[in-house]
């Protein structure tokens, strides 16, 4: 028998899109999980239909309830509990194009470091 409503930090690891549930709960109390676009509890109800929008380990992921899960299953029967409607990563070329400096050029200053820090996007 299916539930009627589960919680938010148990439906995200349940379908497997975070790796433990305390990674999980983590996640919802920082911020990183919304539901219908409001910035989830990890307590919160989640019901069929409902949007979620996770900034994952494995990257943002958006995904549209279509079953509800309350115990972790195997991933392919996970897949089945959700429309994935995920943004394309972006290219590996993109991620791997990171700033280096020249050897021998010693420590960043300040302003070096901090648009160092906004090129990466921290």
């Known amino acids: 028998m ?3 409503s589960v919680r938010a930090d148990v439906w995200v690891w ?3 899109l975070f790796p433990s549930r305390s990674a ?4 919802c109390k920082g ?6 676009g409001k910035r989830a509890k990890p307590a919160q109800r989640i019901a069929v239909g409902d ?3 996770a900034t994952a380990p494995s990257g943002e992921r958006v995904v549209v309830v279509e079953r509800l899960l309350d115990k ?3 991933a392919a029967i996970a897949r089945e509990c959700y429309a994935d ?6 290219p590996r070329e993109w991620r791997l194009a990171m700033p280096r400096r020249d050897p021998g050029t010693g420590r960043p200053a300040k302003k070096e470091r901090r648009d160092l820090d ?3 996007g921290r």
Do not use: M
Request: aromatic letters at 6%.
């Open 2 to 4: 299916e539930p009627s």
């Open 118 to 120: 906004w090129f990466r």
């Open 24 to 27: 999980a709960s983590t996640a």
């Open 31 to 36: 911020g990183k999980v919304q539901v219908n």
């Open 72 to 74: 972790r299953v195997a």
């Open 51 to 53: 949007r979620i929008e």
């Open 14 to 16: 349940a379908v497997r």
């Open 85 to 90: 409607h995920s943004p394309a990563p972006e």
